[in-house]
């Protein structure tokens, strides 16, 4: 074989291989159902080394006639997990635990997301690694509880399908707070664990 096929077959090796490694990152993402609700798209983001938390995410539809309520029971990635909400107040961003479940309405469609409504790991276990899963089980006041898969992005990465950027607080989360652009990060919580 002459060198330059070589290196032809070796970027064809490398295109196919890092498909390969695309597709078995997505596939990770399955849907879930429990009871009248769909659980759409689970990620979750690689945290640095050191990391004392991190977030999961997904989208939740009410598909049944009555509301129910969304709690995290645990996960093995971490010795706590919790429901928090963002909000902004005085210009800075907190966010806190969601007292007894985060309410999905009937019809309703909620998307926990960078920024906004999230899972959050606490007390990690060990750091998020892109491209390996973590899991968490839910838990619905109605439905009941599901184990869910969380398929782990790149620190940083947008929700999947959304453009990139992914908005300024995950800009200020991929560099230390005191660099960040956009409003300050307040944490709320307990144990003072960064989202
Ligand atoms: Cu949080």
Known sequence: MTERMSTL??????????????????????????????????????????????????????????????????SDAAAQCQIHTMSMENGVMKMRPVEGGLEIKPGETVTLKPGSDHLMLMKLKHPLEAGKTVEATLQFDKAGTINVAFPILAMGAAAPGAPAGGGSIDDGRARRPNDAAGPALVVGTASGGRL
Do not use: E
Not at 43 to 58: D, I, N, Q
């Open 9 to 74: 077959v070796q970027s064809a090796l490398a295109m196919t291989i890092g498909i390969l490694q695309f597709t078995a990152v997505t596939a990770q993402a399955a849907d879930y159902d429990v009871g009248s609700l769909h659980l759409a798209q689970p990620w979750s983001r690689a945290t640095p080394k050191g990391a004392s938390a991190g977030a999961a995410y997904l989208t939740v539809t009410n598909n049944g006639a009555a509301p129910d309520r969304l709690s995290c029971a645990g």
